[in-house]
């Protein structure tokens, strides 16, 4: 049997919140990092849900689909799949910091140094991906550059990579990866583009956005970027995968814990999917 049949998906129970979505039926998936077959089960159950579900259905990938894991290749060539084969009518695909540091490193300019150097490092694990492009596109000593993206991606990924956004707006609900900052215009902050590197703040921030108790404004935010424990130690909450100060957030950790999370979010409610085994010695993060 393959593995990834095997693994489980834990669905919750509905809990309520004051999302407004227009009526949308909203999935969105929390960071991957390279956990292919855990991305496998929950799109297949994301699929049936979405197909006892009327009215329009729309997917929100969160970013950091990339670094860490091991087949980061097979979690970006089924990200690039269209709505039909995601069993929706709409997929969105946002950037994470993840493929910010790739992205800028393949640009070159002038942050592209210091990205190569963030993206290869071992506590960001992009030296996985790029031996995974490498062995993908039989380059052994290859950069990471537009040819390698090409060779070992095709096409189709290739051109998906360069048309995320930074986040989605549906109501009052912002979908974007790192979060909102509290003390500053919220257009301004979201149209940084990534190219600024780490001043790109909605892909980076975790302190002073899950650490802030007084909302924003009217939005509510869905977002990834912060793992279990590094929440839990920002925000104080015991269970970072529930609705509380305007924000939910989606990272299970995934590549360090084994868990790949998702919501199915509805007006006035949404549920927790969580897909995959939970390791046994969970690995903490320092920095995402």
């Known amino acids: 049997m393959d593995a990834a049949v095997a693994l489980p998906v834990e669905i919750t129970g509905w809990k309520q919140a004051p999302f407004a979505l227009g009526g949308e039926t909203v999935f969105a998936i929390g960071d991957v990092h390279g956990c292919a077959a855990e991305l496998r089960v929950l799109r297949d159950a994301i699929a049936r849900l979405a197909g ?29 799949e269209s709505e039909k084969a995601h069993g929706v009518d709409h997929v969105d695909r946002l950037l994470g910091n993840h493929e910010i540091m790739m992205l800028l490193t393949v640009i070159g300019g002038p942050h592209a140094h210091k990205a190569e150097t963030m993206w290869l490092s071992e506590r960001m694990g992009g030296t996985e991906f790029r031996n995974q492009m490498r062995i993908r596109a039989g380059k052994p000593w290859a950069d990471a550059d537009h040819d390698l993206l090409r060779k070992a991606l095709g096409e189709p990924v290739y051109h998906r990579l360069w048309g995320m956004r930074s986040h989605v707006r549906l109501g009052n609900t912002l979908f974007v990866h790192g979060g909102l900052d509290p003390h500053a215009d919220p257009d301004e902050f979201l149209a940084r583009p990534w190219t600024i590197f780490t001043e790109a703040r909605w892909a980076w921030i975790n302190h002073g956005f899950l650490d802030w108790k007084k909302g924003f404004g009217g939005i509510l935010v869905v977002h990834g970027h ?36 998702a919501a199915e979010i509805r007006d006035d409610r949404y549920r927790i999917l969580k897909a995959g085994t939970p390791f046994a010695n969970p690995i903490s993060s320092s920095e995402e």
Do not use: C
């Open 226 to 261: 912060t793992p279990p424990d590094k929440h839990r130690a920002i925000s104080g909450m015991e269970d970072p995968h529930l609705f509380e100060g305007d924000r939910l957030g989606l990272d299970g950790g995934s590549a360090r814990t084994g868990i790949v999370t």
């Open 52 to 80: 006892e579900t009327k009215g329009k259905r729309r997917l929100i990938y969160l970013g950091d689909m990339i670094n860490r894991g091991p087949d980061s290749v097979g979690v970006l060539e089924q990200w690039a």
